[in-house]
């Protein structure tokens, strides 16, 4: 489960996009990069804390945070992206979810920022893999039995007892179990760990973890009927034969390799045309991986971008929406085509770059979402697999756009 932060700045990159222009793809102009200078009035600075988030002029200036691994520390695991066209039935602008680590989510509307906490669905576990169904975050939650502090027992190794697949419903505020080890027939010192779905199918691995052995099995289950109207109790499976009693789901035994398959970083030749044409100026010119998000909700999608295997490669994230698609890497330059909600599109969908506001050293941006008019970055300080202190910035790019 280690969390493969590479964090490294882009400086020969970054270097050449200082001095030069980019060339963006299928157009014969060059574009500078539009920089988000500091200090101006179009962004502004947060930091989490136990008690939720706080504004900072800069997040070097955030109070000191102990840095713990990743699985442990409160920072922005995901941001989700919901639809345009759904938002426009009442006129308001599609929200960006954020899931924070140990904390809650925050809901991203315009200008307006809604944290919804759960101290002790949280407590202990570690928040990743968020999804979306029907604008409704999904999420996964787990005791990683490597780096978390609350199991230091037998006893507590083979009682974990968390609530794994969890749905968040954003009417009313509130989050509640969907699925867990009992959804399986399974004992207390097993858990889900990981899952991914593609739209049809959920994919699962569960580890069984005791004080002498860690064992994984994987697993495929189509619900037979709308995933967020079950509870863990709806569904009762026959332990010999993995049907479900109820007629609620079908589940399907998997090897290693199909689970993994899965999940596969494909090359980049194989993206997304409009991921492609989005990332068309550096695609000849550095090694990438990107983590590409959609507004289908279903789980991202990896791809990689080698050009020199001598030269290191670098990290993104990619949403695509409905009306924009965007790009950022980690130390904040950015790539957009497309049209805010309710905005028109800008340059006839060519691509436009953007540089955030430079990050102090061994600070990286994480992910992002967009909402209204107002971009929302995830920013962390970093050190191979431990964070420090994290926040957000959110910029007004209506400001910077139009």
């Given at each position: 489960m280690k969390k493969l932060n590479t964090h490294t700045k882009i400086k020969l990159f970054f270097l050449y996009l200082i001095i030069a222009p980019i060339v963006f793809f299928s157009c014969s102009k060059k574009t500078e990069l539009t920089t988000i200078k500091q200090p101006v009035q179009n962004h502004k600075w947060f930091y989490?804390?136990?008690?939720?988030?706080?504004?900072?002029?800069?997040?070097?200036?955030?109070?000191?945070?102990l840095k713990k691994p990743w699985t442990?520390?409160?920072?922005?695991?995901?941001?989700?992206?919901?639809?345009?066209?759904?938002?426009?039935?009442?006129?308001?602008?599609?929200?960006?979810?954020?899931?924070?680590n140990r904390l809650g989510l925050i809901e991203f509307s315009n200008d307006k920022v809604t944290l919804t906490?759960?101290?002790?669905?949280?407590?202990?576990?570690?928040?990743?893999?968020?999804?979306?169904?029907?604008?409704?975050?999904?999420?996964l939650l787990y005791k990683n039995t490597f780096f978390n502090n609350s199991i230091n027992s037998k006893n507590e190794l083979e009682n974990l007892s968390v609530p794994s697949i969890v749905q968040f419903d954003s009417v009313a505020k509130t989050f509640y179990p969907i699925v867990d080890a009992k959804t399986f027939n399974l004992n207390s010192n097993h858990q889900i760990t990981d899952f991914f779905w593609n739209g049809k199918f959920w994919y699962y691995c569960i580890k069984k973890s005791t004080d002498s052995e860690t064992k994984f099995s994987y697993h495929k289950l189509k619900p037979t009927s709308a995933l967020l109207s079950l509870l863990?109790?709806?569904?009762?499976?026959?332990?010999?034969?993995n049907i479900d009693k109820n007629a609620k789901i079908a589940l399907t035994n998997l090897s290693e390799k199909e689970f993994r398959d899965i999940q596969k970083i494909n090359d980049f030749s194989k993206a997304n045309e409009r991921l492609k044409k989005l990332l068309s100026s550096v695609r000849n010119k550095i090694n990438f991986e990107v983590e590409c998000k959609s507004i289908d909700g279903t789980s991202a999608k990896k791809f990689i971008n080698l050009i020199d295997e001598n030269t290191q490669t670098v990290e993104c994230k990619a949403q695509i929406s409905d009306t924009w698609a965007a790009a950022i890497f980690n130390d904040g330059t950015m790539y957009f085509s497309g049209g805010l909600f309710n905005k028109p599109i800008i340059n006839n969908f060519k691509t436009i770059g953007l540089r955030l506001p430079k990050l102090p050293e061994n600070f990286i941006y994480s992910d992002f979402g967009i909402s209204g008019n107002y971009l929302y970055v995830a920013w962390e300080e970093s050190?191979?697999?431990?964070?420090?202190?994290?926040?957000?910035?959110?910029?007004?790019?209506?400001?910077?756009?139009?």
């Open positions: 989490f804390n136990t008690s939720g988030y706080e504004q900072v002029d800069y997040p070097s200036n955030a109070p000191l945070s442990e520390s409160i920072h922005i695991s995901s941001i989700r992206q919901s639809s345009s066209f759904d938002s426009e039935k009442n006129n308001q602008p599609p929200k960006s979810f954020a899931l924070i906490k759960d101290s002790l669905l949280f407590k202990d576990v570690t928040a990743s893999n968020q999804v979306l169904i029907n604008e409704n975050p999904i999420f863990p109790n709806d569904i009762k499976l026959n332990k010999e034969t050190s191979f697999y431990e964070i420090g202190r994290a926040g957000f910035l959110t910029v007004d790019l209506d400001k910077i756009l139009y």
